[in-house]
């Protein structure tokens, strides 16, 4: 099986990515539709802003892979998972019901890919990363909606 490995300087470009992309996470209760910040970090990144930012990275670097075969194959790619709800936030106010009820369909969409790479299963794995982005830190969404294949 390939399983992903990122390169240091790949994960540092997907740390610093990664971080931008958590930083502007949450809503808060009001009718505002501007996303809350996360506040800076002087001491790095939380464990679960690292874990998405790793996550991302590894979704770009398997669909970078099969986009540059010419038979599309996903066969043999595997995604390490995270468990999202055992890793401390950037700012606790960030992890919502939502975000508890959609986190453990990210284990089962990875682990279905795991066990069947393919594009469809691809797909529900962005796909569960972009149903928790709705209701927990919409920011991402257009980044994570980039990582959908563009197949012929």
């Known amino acids: 099986m390939r399983c992903v490995k ?13 971080l931008s992309l958590f930083s502007a996470c949450g ?15 002087p001491n790095g990144s939380s464990a679960l802003a690292s874990a998405m930012v790793a996550m991302d990275s590894q979704l770009q670097i398997v669909l970078e892979a099969v986009m540059a075969d010419p038979n599309h194959a996903w066969a043999g790619f595997t995604l390490e998972s995270h468990d999202l709800l055992a890793l401390e936030p950037t700012d606790a106010s960030m992890v919502n019901g ?10 089962q ?3 279905q890919f ?5 594009a ?6 962005v796909s569960a990363c972009a149903d928790c982005h ?3 830190c919409p920011g991402p969404l257009t980044r994570i909606e980039k990582r959908r294949p563009q197949l012929d």
């Open 109 to 111: 969409a990875i682990a």
């Open 27 to 41: 809503q808060t209760e009001s009718s505002c539709t501007a996303p809350k910040l996360a506040p800076n970090q």
């Open 114 to 118: 795991n066990k069947a790479p393919s």
């Open 134 to 136: 709705h209701g927990t």
């Open 6 to 18: 990122l390169s240091t300087a790949g994960a540092l470009g997907g740390l610093a990515l990664g």
């Open 98 to 107: 939502h975000f508890t009820t959609h986190a453990p369909l990210y284990l």
């Open 120 to 125: 469809g299963h691809f797909n529900a794995v």
